[in-house]
């Protein structure tokens, strides 16, 4: 069994537990396998065992993946920040984003969706700044329903719910119970069903709070290496 296969189940277990711990059931969490600057060979791996989702932050690095892997029918979350000139590629190719918070950005994924698949609009979440975090994108929660009213005149998008990543240095537990009000106080009129929050060092933490997708990666893949940061290039601006 190669390490990639035995850290899932592990993974996988982690979260059955701690969604057992929080009365939840484990089918309401959704594993997402963050597999930014691993190469197509370890996801190969990672489908043999089942899983299908899986999260990426640099687009460049990401089309290669997703070209490569076509036949084997993957679900592809785009989780970086995103740029307004890589709209398009992103809407055409991936069939969830997680880290929206301007209408901007909101539209142009709309219009670029509209334009390739019109009948099947690109999943969203939007990010939310949960802990005032200057170094983090993301909305101020009192900025969530303004945005979440503006997308739902967007016919190229559905908005399916919230998404946060912790600074390093929170303490993960009351940011995810902040993050899970939020959702709970506007989920059921906006007819939300995603909650994306929890990733490896946290995860069964979000799922105490609430999570319905965790992002999950260096315990899955191991340790990366990752690109040095630039300005001008999504596919080598550092990750959070
Ligand atoms: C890299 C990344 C993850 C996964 O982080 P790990 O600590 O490796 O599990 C999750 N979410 C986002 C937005 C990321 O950029």
Not at 195 to 204: E, I, Q, R
Request: aromatic share 4%; hydrophobic share 40%; with cysteine.
């Amino acid at each position: 069994m190669s390490h990639i296969s035995h850290n899932l189940r592990t993974v996988r277990s982690q979260i059955q537990h701690a969604a057992e711990q929080a009365g939840r059931q484990p089918r309401d969490v959704r594993l997402i396998a963050v597999s930014k600057t691993q190469p197509a060979s370890a996801i190969h791996r990672a489908f043999e065992t089942g899983q299908r989702d899986y999260g990426e932050n640099y687009l460049q690095d990401a089309l290669t993946k997703v070209s490569t892997l076509a036949d084997l029918q993957l679900t592809w979350h785009f989780i970086g920040r995103i740029q307004s000139n890589k709209t398009r590629s992103i809407a055409e190719h991936f069939q969830w984003v997680h880290t929206v918070d301007r209408e901007k950005i909101a539209r142009r994924l709309s219009d670029a969706r509209l334009a390739t698949q019109p009948e099947t609009p690109l999943n969203v979440c939007l990010q939310v700044n949960i802990d005032d975090d200057a170094s983090k994108s993301g909305l101020a929660p009192d900025a969530v329903a303004d945005l979440a009213a503006q997308c739902a005149e967007l016919t190229g998008i559905r908005v399916r719910g919230l998404m946060t990543i912790l600074a390093q240095s929170e303490d993960p537990d009351s940011s995810y119970q902040r993050m899970a009000a939020l959702y709970q106080s506007l989920a059921p009129q906006q007819g939300w069903d995603t909650l994306s929050m929890g990733m490896s060092g946290d995860y069964a933490a979000a799922i105490h709070a609430g999570s319905t997708m965790v992002r999950v990666g260096t315990a899955i893949f191991g340790p990366r290496i990752e690109p040095i940061a630039s300005g001008s290039d999504t596919t080598l601006e550092r990750s959070p």
